[in-house]
């Protein structure tokens, strides 16, 4: 089974911190994803990237970076913690490839992240 | 745009009652259609899905229907449990764009009563 692994499942920080979130898999995909979820507004993507050093903007980006430097890894970054940045943060993978049909996403568990 | 619109919950039923949840999108071309799962304090699971009109995606269970006609991907089961309590979220795959990622609807918690 694919496993995406978070490295922290709760984290509290505090305004104009940088936090880093890790996001590792183990299955050698290519893509790698960030969402965040937020109750009544389901899933935001922040950030994906398709292959290493490569990283396009999602529909939230604002007030976000993202790594990867290795193919497993793929860390979000907040340069300066705000209070509603505070929410839980999703990693996913997957093998999509452009025309190949129907591909799905593997979630991690998931990271909550309260900035206080 | 390409979007999904997916019933608002919390949905409450009793344990052997009949499921629905109803999801529409909207997209250019021919999307992929899936529905995940997401257990109190995990990540997002697939349930099913399916990548072509008339497809019907099952699996625990569950079923939904690829309908272009009515631009719907409607999640059924018969008979829940209590296990199944869990928030489901539709979701869309369109290769349109330099994207192809997943559009997510908001999602619907269901809550099932022994």
């Known amino acids: 089974d694919v496993k995406v692994t978070q490295s922290s499942r709760y984290l509290v920080k505090r305004t104009g911190e940088k936090v880093f979130l890790e996001c590792v898999q183990d299955?050698?995909?290519?893509?790698m994803f960030w969402y965040r979820q937020d109750p009544g507004l389901g899933l935001r993507l922040i950030y994906f990237?398709?292959?290493?050093?490569?990283?396009e903007k999602g529909d939230i980006p604002e007030g976000y970076s993202v790594s990867r430097e290795k193919k497993e890894r793929f860390s979000l970054i907040l340069e300066s913690a705000s209070t509603n940045q505070t929410s839980m943060y999703l990693c996913?993978?997957?093998?999509?490839?452009?025309?190949?049909?129907?591909?799905?996403?593997?979630f991690g568990a998931g990271s909550r992240l309260t900035v206080l | 745009g390409n979007s999904v619109t997916q019933m608002e919950g919390p949905v409450t039923l009793s344990e052997e009652a009949f499921l629905t949840i109803n999801c529409t999108y909207t997209?250019?071309?021919?999307?992929?259609l899936f529905w995940y799962v997401q257990y109190p304090g995990e990540g997002l699971q697939l349930l099913l899905k399916?990548?072509?009109?008339?497809d019907k995606g099952s699996n625990k269970g569950f079923e939904a229907t690829y309908r272009k006609e009515t631009t719907s991907f409607h999640l059924e089961k018969g008979s829940v449990q209590v296990s199944d309590s869990a928030v489901y979220f539709c979701?869309?795959?369109?290769?349109?764009?330099?994207?192809?990622?997943?559009?997510f609807g908001k999602g619907t918690k269901l809550s099932v009563k022994p």
């Open positions: 997209a250019t071309g021919y999307p992929s």
């Open positions: 299955m050698d995909h290519e893509n």
């Open positions: 990237s398709y292959d290493v050093k490569m990283k």
């Open positions: 979701a869309l795959l369109n290769y349109g764009g330099s994207q192809g990622n997943l559009i």
């Open positions: 399916a990548t072509k009109a008339d």
């Open positions: 996913a993978s997957s093998d999509l490839r452009r025309g190949s049909g129907a591909n799905v996403l593997t």
